[in-house]
Every structure is written in C-alpha cells, then in structure tokens.
C-alpha cells in the first residue's frame, strides 16, 4: 500500500516526531518505539496527559498536542482508532509544519486520514515506523526483529 520510496522518503525528511500516547514504561511499545527514533536523531516530544510535566527521551511531557510550541514534522499515534479524529484536528490545528501523520500497527482511520489528506499531510495507517525504519536502512536481526532496547545491565 505505501511504496519504500515513500516510506523512506518520510524518515529522511523527518526531524521531530511528537509521540501522542507514549508510555513511561520502558516494556511497553509506545516507549521502546519512541526511544528508539530518539536514538536514530529525531526529537521526540511525548504526549500523554497521564504524565505530563515528567521527562522522557529529554524531554518534557506534554499532556496534549496543543501544549507543544515548537515546529512537529511528524505526528505518531499510539491510540486506539476512535481516538484518531480528535488527534489530527488538533495536529491540523497546532502545527504549520505538519508533514506527516503516522498511526501506528493496529491504528487506521479512514475518514481522519483524508481530512489529513486533504489538508496536504502525508498518512501512514497501521504501521509502524520503528519498524520501517530498521526494514529501510537494513536494521532488521535475525528473526526480523530489533526492539532498540537497550540495557546497562548488560
């Protein structure tokens, strides 16, 4: 549904990914995956109203899009799909430099994702960039699979 073209084309010209349902707890994917593009350079700003005002990946949580001042590129979604159209009003609504939203594995959002479209933002449904990154820029283990965990325990 979305050529590599495209797909890589997103994770190049991205620079900061405001990350909206992100757990601060380190085994679930909301967190390893927002890590992880944290890892690979991209500024991610989590959002979670549960923990707002605490600090993830060097930054401080906000509690909703709208709490963010700074220019997004990329709006990634870890919610469940009847909580989309609310999300990509407010990212229309909060960010000039919308270029992308992004709903994650199991996220889609048919009518959200055109209003989106429509306004010229690229959508990506029921994907995962984490995953597409490793897929594009041959970071895939063996196994298919690289969680970008990383322990000091090691």
């Known amino acids: 549904m979305y050529s590599d073209a495209l ?12 990350v909206v349902g992100v757990s601060a707890n380190p085994v679930r994917p909301s967190f ?8 690979k350079g991209y500024r991610v700003i989590p959002v979670n109203p549960g923990h707002a005002g605490k600090e993830l990946f060097g930054e401080t949580v906000r509690a909703t899009l709208a ?12 919610r469940r799909s ?12 909060a960010f000039a ?12 959002h048919k ?13 990506i449904q029921n994907r995962c960039p ?12 063996q196994g298919g699979f690289a969680t970008g965990i990383i322990s000091s325990k090691l």
């Open 7 to 18: 797909l890589t084309d997103i994770l190049r010209r991205t620079r900061s990914i405001a």
């Open 32 to 39: 390893y995956v927002a890590r992880y593009l944290s890892l």
């Open 67 to 78: 709490d963010i001042d700074e220019p997004v590129d990329m709006v990634d979604i870890f």
């Open 82 to 93: 009847e909580a989309v159209p609310e999300i990509v009003d407010e990212a229309l609504m």
């Open 97 to 108: 430099s919308l270029q992308t939203i992004w709903m994650q594995i199991g996220v889609e």
């Open 111 to 123: 009518d959200a994702a055109a209003q989106a479209e429509a306004r010229g933002v690229t959508v």
């Open 130 to 141: 984490k995953i597409e990154y490793q897929r594009l820029f041959g970071e895939l283990r």
